[in-house]
Structure formats: structure tokens, C-alpha cells
């Protein structure tokens, strides 16, 4: 009752397909600009590195990473890690994820207060995220409001994480996009393209949050229930 009850399936499940359109609608947006090759035929490797520079930002290694879209900052070893497919890529897709990439980079050397925050909740946000729910639904199925309050506290925190995100990820990718624009790395058309890509990606995030969002409701929703 506690996977398959009304709420599940009027607010999770939703969630969830929206999640899915959301990877669909990214991996198609990257896939088609990937095809695109960016007028000075720069990587996303030098692109990135340009976005460091002009930004004073010289203690950052930009290095290559397996996968596909397994791009991202890693703040503890100031190391941008950068997929095959934009690491060493020309495409309008390749220049666009590197630039946004690099644009965490300036928000971690400039202490960007919602990364900072984001930072902090992470070690919470990981328990929360993978016991919260089940120890909620176990406060409400043996009636232990100590469990369950628990568990929506840690599950909280999770949700909170999957919300600051929000702003940390469209600010890296205002930051990209400025950068891009004001030194001409892109033409106005293939901004276009760039935009576009990062748009996609932004999506996947607001989906996730959403389905967060739901399921928390879910679990206060049904405790409610459970004390009535």
C-alpha cells in the first residue's frame, strides 16, 4: 500500500514521467547540436579553459571523464571533468555543457552562497535521500511518530538539496552563456543551439525537484491519513 496508494500514483508518478520526457528531451537537444560543429572549431576543453581564464581562475585542471553527460566540477580537487563527447568535441552542444561546467568553477572560487549552502547539505542530503522515505513510511506503518518525524526531516533535507540546485545549475548557466556571448566564442545562431542545450539540461533538474517534492507530500499526505 505504501508503493502503490493514491498519492504515489497522483503525485509521484507525474513526477516521474516528467523526469523521463525531461532525459529524453536532454539526450535528444545534445545529441543534435553534438552534430553541429562551432565556427572556430574549439573544443569543449578550450572553451572551458577560456571561461577560466578570462575569469582570473588559474588553480582549476580541466580533465576528461568516461561517459556521456557524466560531465561535472569537482570542487574538492578543483577539477573539471568533462565527458569524451565535450571534452574533445567541437560541437555548439560541447562548447555550451563545458562553458556551464566551468561557470560552477567561478562559483566555487567566488564562495556563490547557494553552492556553498548546497555543499553543506550534501552528506544529509545523501542519508535523506535513500532512508528518509523508508523510515517515514515505517514511523507511520508501526505508528512511531519518532520514526516518522525523522524520516521526513532527513527526506526534508534531501528535497532541500534537490531545490537550492535550482538556482546553483541556471546560474552556471547565465555565467556560460555571458561568457560565450561577450567574447564571440559563438555566433548569435549557434547561441541559439547553446542555449537550447542548457535549457534541456535545466529541465531535468526542475524534474527532479518536482519528484521530490511529490514524494515528500506523499509521505505527509499518508501520515496524515494514517492519524485520522
Known sequence: MFYFDQYYLILVVPALLLSVIAQISV?????????IRNRHGITGAEAAASVLKINGIRDVSIAPVQGSLTDHYDPSSKTLRLSGPVYRET???AVGVAAHEAGHAIQHAKSYAPLVLRSTLVPVANLGSSLGPYIALSGIFFRLPILLNLGIVLFGAAVAFYLITLPVEIDASRRALAHLERNAILSPEEMTGAKKVLTAAAFTYVASALTAVASLARIILLSRDRRN
Open 91 to 93: 560541437s555548439i552542444a
Open 27 to 35: 539526450k535528444s537537444t545534445f545529441s543534435k547540436y553534438s552534430e
